[in-house]
C-alpha cells in the first residue's frame, strides 16, 4: 500500500512540476514595417530585443516593450550578432553579400563590410576567437569578420549549405549543413571544419543549440519533423523527439532544462531535458502559423516570436501586422 501511494505522489508531483513549466502568451508588441522577416536576437546586457525584417532591423526596449528604433536601407537582412566587447552589432545583409556593422548605443551604423561570399545567412558572434562568423548560403562558406576593424579576415570551407550554428565559446562552432543532413565542428581559431556529424536518418537541419554544461547539441530538422539530440563530443544521436513541421529555430534553457522548437505549421514544441540522455515532449504551444523564429531570455524564461498577417493563400504581409509574441511560463 505504501508503494502504491508513494507511485501516486511521484505522478503528482511530476504533473505539477511539468503544469509550472507550462507556457502562455504574455503580450504582443507591434512593430513598423510590412516586408518578411528571419532571425530574432537578444542583447541580454543591453536589454534589447534585435528582430530581422527584410529591408530593416527593429530594436525593441525589453524594459518598457516598446520599439526604440529602426535600422534601414538593407538589402535583404537575415541575423543579427551582438558583441558587447566593442559595443557593436553585426547584420548578415543577404543580397548585398555584405557585413553590416552598427553601434549598439547610437544605433548607426558605422561600416559595410563587403564579403569575398554570396547569400550571408546566419551570423553568430565567436567569444573565444573574438570574431564574427557569417554563413553563406549561396557559397557554401562562412565569411569571418574582425569585429574591431570591421573587415573580412578569413574564410571556411564548409562543404554544404550552411544553416543556424552555435559557438560553445571554447574554440569550437557547430553548424547545420541542411543540404548535407549533417552537423559541422568548425575551429574557430585555425578556420577548419575538425569534424562533421551525421544527423541520418533525420534530414534538413534549421536550427541549432547547445547544452554546454552536459556537452549536448540539439539539431532541428524538417524533413523528419524531429529534434536530435547529439553528444557534442562524438557526434552520437543519443535521442531524436517529434516535433511540428516547418521549424527554423530552437532555444535551450539551462534554468529550466526546457528546449523551445519554432515551427512554421503553427506550434512551439517545448521539449523538457530530464538529464543529458532523456528527454520528453511535455507542450505543443500554438502559435500563429509562419511564427518560426525565436529568442529566448534566460533570466525571466520569456520566449520571443516574430511574425504577420498574412493575406490568405498567400505570402503577402498585411499592413500594419508586423509583432513580437511574447510567451512566458506560466
Same mark, same amino acid.
Given at each position: 500500500?505504501?508503494?502504491?501511494?508513494?507511485?501516486?505522489?511521484?505522478?503528482?508531483?511530476?504533473?505539477?512540476?511539468?503544469?509550472?513549466?507550462?507556457?502562455?502568451?504574455?503580450?504582443?508588441?507591434?512593430?513598423?514595417?510590412?516586408s518578411g522577416y528571419?532571425?530574432?536576437a537578444?542583447?541580454?546586457?543591453?536589454?534589447?530585443l534585435?528582430?530581422?525584417?527584410?529591408?530593416?532591423?527593429?530594436?525593441?526596449?525589453?524594459?518598457?516593450?516598446?520599439?526604440?528604433?529602426?535600422?534601414?536601407?538593407l538589402?535583404g537582412?537575415?541575423?543579427?550578432?551582438?558583441?558587447?566587447?566593442?559595443?557593436?552589432?553585426?547584420?548578415?545583409?543577404?543580397?548585398? &553579400?555584405? @557585413?553590416?556593422?552598427? +553601434?549598439?548605443? =547610437? /544605433? !548607426? #551604423? *558605422?561600416?559595410?563590410?563587403? $564579403?569575398?561570399?554570396? %547569400?550571408?545567412?546566419?551570423?553568430?558572434?565567436d567569444?573565444?576567437?573574438?570574431?564574427?562568423?557569417?554563413?553563406?548560403?549561396?557559397?557554401?562558406?562562412?565569411?569571418?569578420v574582425?569585429?574591431?576593424?570591421?573587415?573580412?579576415?578569413?574564410?571556411?570551407d564548409?562543404?554544404?549549405?550552411?544553416?543556424f550554428?552555435?559557438?560553445?565559446?571554447?574554440?569550437?562552432?557547430?553548424?547545420?549543413?541542411?543540404?548535407? &543532413?549533417? @552537423?559541422n565542428v568548425? +575551429?574557430?581559431? =585555425? /578556420? !577548419? #571544419? *575538425?569534424?562533421?556529424?551525421? $544527423?541520418?536518418?533525420? %534530414?534538413?537541419?534549421?536550427?541549432?543549440a547547445?547544452?554546454?554544461?552536459?556537452?549536448?547539441?540539439?539539431?532541428?530538422?524538417r524533413?523528419?519533423?524531429?529534434?536530435?539530440?547529439?553528444?557534442?563530443?562524438?557526434?552520437?544521436?543519443?535521442?531524436?523527439?517529434?516535433?511540428?513541421?516547418?521549424?527554423?529555430?530552437?532555444?535551450?534553457?539551462?534554468?529550466?532544462?526546457?528546449?523551445?522548437?519554432?515551427?512554421?505549421?503553427?506550434?512551439?514544441?517545448?521539449?523538457?531535458?530530464?538529464?543529458?540522455?532523456?528527454?520528453?515532449?511535455?507542450?505543443?504551444?500554438?502559435?500563429?502559423?509562419?511564427?518560426?523564429?525565436?529568442?529566448?531570455d534566460?533570466?525571466?524564461?520569456?520566449?520571443?516570436?516574430?511574425?504577420?498577417?498574412?493575406?490568405?493563400?498567400?505570402?503577402?504581409?498585411?499592413?500594419?501586422?508586423?509583432?513580437?509574441?511574447?510567451?512566458?511560463?506560466?
Amino acid at each position: 500500500m505504501k508503494k502504491i501511494f508513494l507511485a501516486i505522489l511521484a505522478a503528482g508531483m511530476m504533473s505539477l512540476s511539468l503544469h509550472a513549466q507550462t507556457y502562455v502568451l504574455d503580450k504582443t508588441i507591434p512593430l513598423t514595417g510590412d516586408s518578411g522577416y528571419d532571425y530574432v536576437a537578444i542583447d541580454m546586457s543591453g536589454n534589447r530585443l534585435y528582430v530581422s525584417h527584410g529591408s530593416m532591423l527593429n530594436i525593441v526596449d525589453l524594459t518598457t516593450g516598446k520599439q526604440i528604433g529602426v535600422i534601414g536601407d538593407l538589402k535583404g537582412m537575415h541575423g543579427i550578432a551582438i558583441v558587447n566587447k566593442s559595443n557593436r552589432g553585426f547584420i548578415s545583409d543577404g543580397r548585398a &553579400n555584405a @557585413v553590416v556593422a552598427f +553601434d549598439l548605443t =547610437t /544605433l !548607426k #551604423v *558605422i561600416a559595410t563590410i563587403p $564579403l569575398t561570399a554570396t %547569400g550571408p545567412d546566419g551570423i553568430i558572434y565567436d567569444p573565444y576567437s573574438d570574431r564574427v562568423f557569417s554563413f553563406n548560403g549561396d557559397s557554401n562558406n562562412a565569411s569571418v569578420v574582425d569585429p574591431n576593424t570591421l573587415k573580412q579576415v578569413g574564410t571556411v570551407d564548409l562543404g554544404g549549405a550552411p544553416e543556424f550554428a552555435v559557438a560553445d565559446g571554447k574554440g569550437k562552432i557547430y553548424n547545420n549543413l541542411e543540404d548535407k &543532413n549533417s @552537423v559541422n565542428v568548425i +575551429d574557430s581559431k =585555425t /578556420l !577548419k #571544419v *575538425i569534424s562533421n556529424y551525421s $544527423l541520418a536518418p533525420a %534530414g534538413g537541419p534549421t536550427g541549432i543549440a547547445l547544452d554546454d554544461a552536459d556537452n549536448r547539441l540539439f539539431s532541428v530538422c524538417r524533413k523528419n519533423k524531429g529534434m536530435s539530440v547529439l553528444d557534442a563530443a562524438s557526434g552520437k544521436v543519443i535521442a531524436t523527439l517529434p516535433i511540428g513541421g516547418g521549424v527554423d529555430a530552437v532555444c535551450y534553457d539551462p534554468g529550466t532544462k526546457l528546449i523551445f522548437c519554432s515551427c512554421g505549421d503553427g506550434t512551439t514544441t517545448i521539449i523538457k531535458q530530464n538529464s543529458a540522455d532523456d528527454y520528453s515532449v511535455i507542450q505543443t504551444l500554438k502559435t500563429p502559423v509562419r511564427a518560426k523564429t525565436m529568442a529566448l531570455d534566460t533570466r525571466n524564461h520569456k520566449i520571443y516570436l516574430s511574425v504577420a498577417d498574412f493575406e490568405p493563400g498567400t505570402r503577402k504581409v498585411l499592413p500594419n501586422t508586423f509583432k513580437v509574441l511574447v510567451f512566458k511560463m506560466q
